[in-house]
């Protein structure tokens, strides 16, 4: 059975979602501003899984990893329980946009780009949600989310962990992003800033992603749990 790192099964964590998304369908008032998604792209053994961590805390915002989006990718029950958390208007529109994404030139055809596709625009389409990696800043629009690329040093990163296999490691997504979406995973035009964490402290990009959130979609989008860093 998948687990996350908090040994909560992916199963009772994604089942508990839905049945909020469900719930927060049946009394949606019209007129609910979109509160918008984080996505992380992050070197390999570099901190970006511990920033969504803390920008989870602070924010109530659910962190979808690698393991996450694929449980949901490649489980039909899931995803078909995903989209009929939907009212039928939106179910359209997330049809049409993943119809067009799939059309569009620069995404490969494989099947599993399918569902990927849809399985991060139906997550995304609730919002409050923060992607690590899978490609996400490619899937939703600049209008669904703040898109961040977090780089770190490969001196520091082999600090952090695996030193043999960093180097390697980078290849790998790099080839990953390339074959799926016909893209550089380290240009900087797709996404809206880079925060460099040899750079600049935890606290700092923390606070730093804290506020760009609230410009691009309001302060009624976070759900500040927690005091914010103070130098």
């Not at 494989?110 to 596709?117: A, T, V």
């Not at 609230?214 to 009624?220: I, Y």
Request: zero cysteines.
């Amino acid at each position: 059975m998948q687990t996350l790192s908090r040994h909560i099964p992916v199963e009772s964590l994604i089942s508990r979602q839905i049945e909020l998304w469900r719930q927060k369908q049946r009394r949606a008032q019209n007129g609910d501003a979109f509160p918008g998604n984080l996505t992380i792209s992050r070197d390999f053994g570099g901190r970006g899984n511990e920033l969504a961590a803390r920008l989870s805390e602070i924010t109530s915002w659910k962190v979808y990893d690698r393991e996450i989006v694929d449980y949901i990718a490649q489980n039909a029950h899931v995803r078909k329980a995903i989209v009929e958390s939907f009212d039928e208007k939106t179910r359209r529109e997330l049809e049409v946009m993943l119809s067009n994404l799939l059309n569009a030139n620069n995404f490969s055809r494989e099947s599993y780009l399918k569902y990927l596709i849809k399985t991060v625009l139906s997550v995304g389409a609730h919002g409050r949600a923060i992607f690590l990696g899978r490609g996400a800043n490619f899937i939703l629009s600049d209008s669904q989310a703040l898109k961040v690329r977090v780089v770190e040093s490969v001196k520091d990163r082999k600090r952090h962990g695996d030193a043999d296999s960093v180097e390697k490691r980078d290849m790998e997504r790099a080839a990953y992003i390339n074959r799926m979406f016909g893209a550089h995973i380290h240009q900087l035009s797709h996404y809206h800033l880079a925060l460099n964490l040899s750079k600049m402290d935890m606290d700092m990009a923390t606070e730093t992603l804290i506020v760009l959130l609230r410009a691009k979609f309001g302060e009624h989008s976070l759900d500040i749990k927690k005091a914010l860093p103070t130098s």
